[in-house]
């Protein structure tokens, strides 16, 4: 299998997209809760937007975008607008009992615990009260990032979307359900995060053949 950690894309995709060697960059799973881990020991609150952006494929504005009302703790969902035209969704609030790093439900709870009222409609706010700039959240992400140790060309928070769709290639998911998590309005847009080798298509092939026959 390809290496997880790179996933070749097409030469037409932006160049923010890729690396000098036209290959897309993305987080393995240990240097996801590597992150998170230093996340967390740096504070609540950027546990729980580094969490976020990585499980529902979000961009630094649409974390400093959602509000408190789009947030729904009793059922355990999340109503999340994306920007750049991509679907409005309606996504579950994770739990994941093996890693607490990655139970989305618990680093909210801890951050609403400390999160002080001050006349705001977001769910993450600054130091000195009101929205978080995005900016600012690609500063924090920056910082934890090094904490963490990963490579200077890991240190951007839009590593999380590309990572988020290279590990549901991993783990088999169909292109409809990438593209629904992403929030893609079209499977083209989906299309630029995943990239196969000829290996994994000629053993694609031969378990279909095999499976048939």
């Known amino acids: 299998m390809a290496n997880p950690a790179v996933i070749p894309i097409s030469v037409h995709n932006t160049r923010s997209r890729r690396t000098k060697h036209g290959r897309m960059t993305v987080l393995t799973p240990k240097e996801v809760l590597d992150l998170l881990k230093a996340a967390r020991k740096r504070s609540t609150r950027d546990w729980a937007m580094i969490l976020m952006a990585y499980r529902h494929g979000l961009r ?11 947030v729904d ?81 890991k240190r951007h928070p839009h590593v999380l979307k590309h990572s988020l769709a290279s ?6 998911a169909n292109l409809a359900l990438i593209r629904q998590a992403l929030g893609h309005r079209s499977i083209s847009s ?12 000629a053993e694609a092939l031969q378990k279909a053949l095999m499976g048939l026959f």
């Open 167 to 172: 590990h549901l290639v991993a783990g088999n």
């Open 60 to 70: 630094a504005s649409e974390v400093c975008g959602i509000k408190l009302a789009d």
């Open 190 to 201: 989906t299309m630029q995060y995943i990239g196969t080798t000829d290996t994994q298509a």
């Open 73 to 153: 703790m009793k059922a355990g969902s999340i109503s999340i607008r994306r920007l750049k035209g991509s679907l409005h969704t309606i996504q579950p609030l994770y739990q994941h009992k093996g890693q607490p790093l990655l139970d989305e439900s618990a680093a909210l709870r801890a951050w609403m615990r400390k999160l002080q009222a001050d006349g705001s409609d977001f769910l993450f706010c600054s130091q000195k009260g009101g929205r978080l700039d995005r900016t600012q959240f690609f500063r924090n992400f920056q910082k934890v990032a090094e904490d963490a140790g990963l490579p200077v060309e």
